[in-house]
């Protein structure tokens, strides 16, 4: 039980986060709407009242306020920038020193001209 509560509350506090009780309860506002103007009226014309923004339901006022001063708020948050380094300065490190590599006579010379040893060592157990 304790698992499925925690879960719920999880999923809940998701919701909130992303902002999707605002989709939940627009979808709610625009089942009532339609139920409601389709006691009055054909079903093609109840849809149309309901998606046409001109019969606005108490439901969808309150989503459209609700939106409205959610977005000033993220307006409202004063930015606050930390610089720890200062850009000015020159960096005190100097750039890796250049090196060539000696060019080779052949391409392909080998690195050792020893053979290995044969047969090869053991390695003894102390």
């Excluded at 103007?37 to 923004?53: H, M, V």
């Excluded at 001063?69 to 409202?76: G, I, L, T």
């Excluded at 960096?91 to 060019?103: D, G, I, K």
């Amino acid at each position: 039980m304790h698992s499925r509560l925690t879960n719920y509350v999880v999923v809940a506090m998701l919701i909130f986060v992303i902002g999707a009780h605002w989709t939940i309860l627009q979808s709610v506002a625009w089942v009532g709407m339609v139920v409601d103007y389709s006691r009055a009226a054909p079903l093609t014309e109840a849809l149309s009242k309901t998606f046409d923004g001109k019969h606005p339901c108490r439901l969808c006022k309150l989503v459209k306020a609700g939106k409205a001063a959610e977005q000033n708020q993220h307006v409202q948050k004063p930015v606050t920038k930390i610089d720890f380094f200062l850009q000015s300065q020159q960096s005190p490190l100097s750039p890796a020193p250049s090196f060539s590599q000696p060019a080779s006579r052949e391409p392909f010379s080998p690195q050792r001209l020893e053979t290995p040893p044969s047969p090869p060592p053991r390695h003894l157990l102390a």
